[in-house]
């Protein structure tokens, strides 16, 4: 499969690439091949340029059969120990969230150490009881792994300020996708039926996914 790409770069300074891993990305970012690829051969490229080139997968590097949808993309593939683990916001959150509360969260996901690869884990950011009685979470999802993750369910568990469990549930979110390597804070809402215990406090509390 080749790939007909425009190689950009926008330093003032005139530059050479070297041999690195490609990874060819569908429309949803899936890694759907990876090479490993001397771009010495590109040669220089000038300062603040784009160059056309043709990167050719082979069909050991695919995993796929078919020609990708429109929406792929070629991009370099830094370890995870090199890549920055960034914020997730949903579209709706974009449009709605103030400024200030966006920088708030990037400047969060900034200082909390990286989740491990692979690994896929839960911060709990807000707790309130609503006027119906609900309680309503706003929990960050953090994605160390390679890939976008789709969470179809979420099985949950909350725990008020004595440690006791306050409610179980497992919520089905419509369009629930994290990005590979970065965090994303989503709303989860307990029903006042599901709570176990009439008087509780949410001063402290905790929240996670039961062990299978």
Known sequence: MEATVFIRHSMDKTIELKETTLALLD???????????????VGKLPPNSSRPWVIAFSQKELNVGEKPENG??????????????????????????PSKDIEDLKSLV???????????NL???????RENGDVQLIILIRNGSEKTV???KV?????????????????????????ANT???WVFIFPQSMLIKESYSLDKWKVYMPKK
């Open 155 to 179: 099985p949950l568990v909350l725990e008020d300020a004595t440690g006791d469990v306050l409610a179980k549930a497992s919520f089905t979110p419509k369009d629930l996708k994290v990005k």
């Open 123 to 129: 911060l709990g950011l807000k707790a309130a009881t």
């Open 27 to 41: 429309h949803h970012d899936q890694v759907i091949g990876r090479k490993q690829i001397n771009l010495k051969e």
């Open 72 to 97: 792929w993309k070629v991009v370099f593939q830094l370890k995870p120990s090199q890549r920055k683990h960034s914020l997730d916001l949903d579209e709706k959150w974009q449009k709605t969230l």
């Open 110 to 120: 900034n200082r909390l150490e990286r989740p491990k690869v692979s690994e896929v």
């Open 183 to 185: 965090s994303k804070p």
């Open 150 to 152: 789709n969470l179809e």
